[in-house]
Every structure is written in C-alpha cells, then in structure tokens.
C-alpha cells in the first residue's frame, strides 16, 4: 500500500498484479484512461489484487484513507476489504470513477475454475485468468498445472528426454460412494509400481458425480472429470511425493516433446476375477493386444514385485500405460516396502472428504 502511495505521489501510474495471475492476452488496452481506477470483480467484492491506478487526485485520495484506516485499526482490517470498501464508499459519494473488468475477460477463480475443473485444451477469449477463491500455494500450483498454466520448467519437469512414466485410466464402475474407494486403492497401487520402476507417475482423472468433490466443483455432466485436488489435498500430496508425479494433463501440455507422447506402451491389465466383472478387460493376468502372458500365480493377485516382473518387455517404452489398477494386487513381499507405502500413503493421500 505504501509502495502505491509514493508511485502516485512520484507522478506515475500504478499497475498492480498477483503472482497468481496468467495472462493469454496484452490487459493494457483495457484499462481506461477516463476513469480513476480499473479493478477486476472478485465475485463477492472488488478484488485490488489485479487493478489499475492512474494517477489522479481521486485516486491518491483513495489510497491514503485507505492506508489510514489501515494504521488506525493497527492492522486489524484487511487492506483488500478496505480497498473494496473505500472504492464503494468514493464512488457513491461521487468523488471516484472505478470500472469493473469484465469477468467474461478476466475471470476470478470462481468464475474462470468452477465451470471447467480441468483442462482439455488451452483456453480462448480470456485476457488474464487470477487463481483466485482457493487457499495454498501448493492447491494453487496444481490447479495451475492441470489447466496449462504452469509454464516453470525447472530440472525438465515437462521437457526432460529422460524421465520414464507410468499412467493408468480409473474405469468407471458406478456410481456410489465405494468409487473413491476403489480409486484410491489403485492409486496406492500406481504408486508402488511406479516406485519399484523408478518412473514418474502421470495422475488420472477421478470421479465425483457432481456431488463429491471440493465445493462441489465439477458440473454433473463432468462427473468423470475430477483432479486429484477434489478429493485429496494437494499440499499432503506434495510434500509427501515431490518430484514423483505429474498432474493428469500433462501428455496434453505443449511443452511435453511429442517423442516422449508417442512412446507409448499398449493398454496393459492384471488379470483379475474383479477386473472382469466390470467389463475392464479380458481375462488375462496381462493383456496386450489379446496377447496373454500367464504366471503360477493360482489366487489372481500378484506381489508388486512379481507384477513388476511381467513388465521387462515394455521397459523401451517412455510411458508404461494400464488399463486400470483396481484390483488383483496383495502388496510388497519386502516388509520395509510395504511399510514405506503404507507411511506415505497415510501422509500423502489425506482425503477432503471422510
């Protein structure tokens, strides 16, 4: 607020921006010179986390009763609230001109996130999208990540010729509360597997049925659509998994090289009484074109160790991709294994809902 302030009494005007912004498009020519300031709607208030200031008497006067009112509560009023509040107050006593931005242009969070709760493709028709009405840096990273806005590439995190990963698809199986069950016993089981071949895991899409997940986000006719952050928390996940997992649209981002998204393997399933009940695949141990590799193994379920095993002649392939891993899995032989996924799966996979 000080900064602000001094840019104005220095004779500029102010642009003032969130790192949480993304912009698609140049916002400059939108920010009219004939009024005192251009501020973006918030959803519930006027949101000074993205606005323009010109430099006008009316404007210095905004800012320094709101700086005021500031020290005069000794910081107990937020400078954001205060802003809206004074903005408001200015403009019906007729002595501030402000201009909403519209949100078809330069949605807040609310707006932009809650009717698309992740991406298929980059978006068109916005200038600057704010990832707002979400709290955290990690929710709001990931959030960043699965719509195609994150562009930080540090240690080749989408560009890297190296990196090996395991994706896998959640079928659907009905609708009822046992699906995020389900989903998250395979998801323990893609983390193990990607553990043991030493690969990043590609997360899947979950369901909610428009009722499940966080805020109730996802539109009923998206109910197949979910990222991990509806159901689990981000922050858990992150800490407990950095580095060893990539949002679920990351073979659709730009920035992945296309050698990487063509080397991919055939659709592989653990053959499983379970699995073929739900129409999942064929009735195969592993099923690869319809070409069946068996194993002594008498019960259908396998040690992650021996399913590992079955996968030696598709290690060429930069993504190793499964059908589905619900089902047909009893854990690590290794002790000290199972208790490493058992800890961080405990840590990691912290539910928003129970």
């Known amino acids: 607020m000080e900064v602000i302030i001094r840019l104005l009494d220095l004779g500029y005007s102010v642009f003032i921006s969130d790192v949480d912004v993304y912009y698609l498009a140049d916002p400059m020519s939108y920010f009219d010179e004939g009024v005192d300031v251009v501020i973006q709607d918030g ?5 000074p986390g993205f606005m323009f200031v010109n430099n006008t008497a009316e404007s210095k006067q905004l800012f320094k009763r709101t700086w005021d ?25 007729k002595t501030l001109k402000y201009k909403r931005l519209l949100a078809s242009l330069f949605p807040c969070g609310k707006a932009y996130f809650k009717p698309r709760p992740i991406a298929l493709e980059k978006p068109s028709g916005f200038v600057a999208v704010h990832n707002t009405h979400i709290k955290g840096l990690e929710e709001k990273i990931y959030r960043f990540k699965e719509h195609l806005f994150w562009i930080n590439d540090r240690n080749g995190y989408f560009t890297s010729l190296d990196s090996r990963y395991i994706q896998y698809d959640n079928p659907n ?9 389900t989903e998250t016993i395979a998801l323990r089981n893609a983390i193990a597997i990607a553990n043991l071949t030493n ?17 109730a986000i996802c539109p009923k006719n998206m109910t197949g659509s979910c990222p991990l952050s509806a ?60 070409t069946s590799i068996s194993s002594n193994q008498q019960n259908n379920e396998v040690y992650f160790e021996d399913f590992t095993a079955l996968l030696e002649p598709y290690k060429k392939f ?10 047909g899995f009893k ?14 799966c405990k840590t990691g996979l912290a539910r928003r809902w129970r």
């Not at 369901?207 to 997940?213: A, E």
């Open 43 to 47: 959803w519930e208030m006027l949101n």
């Open 69 to 93: 009112k500031v020290l005069k509560t000794n910081w107990m009023i937020k400078e954001q609230v205060n802003v809206d509040e004074e903005i408001k107050t200015m403009s019906e006593q």
């Open 173 to 181: 199986i009905g609708f009822d509360n046992k699906t995020l069950l």
């Open 199 to 215: 690969r990043i895991l590609i997360l899947p899409k979950f369901f909610c049925f428009g009722t499940r997940c966080s805020l």
């Open 231 to 290: 159901h689990f928390i981000p922050r858990a996940f992150e800490h407990t998994f950095k580095g060893q997992y990539r949002e679920s649209t990351f073979l659709i981002n730009p920035r992945v090289p296309y050698r990487v998204k063509r080397s991919i393997s055939p659709s592989l399933l653990l053959n499983n009484f379970q699995n073929i009940c739900f129409s999942v695949n064929h009735d195969l141990l592993l099923s690869v074109n319809n």
């Open 318 to 327: 930069r993504i190793l991709k499964f059908s589905s891993l619900y089902y």
């Open 331 to 344: 854990g690590f032989k290794d002790l000290k294994k199972q208790q490493w996924l058992d800890s961080k």
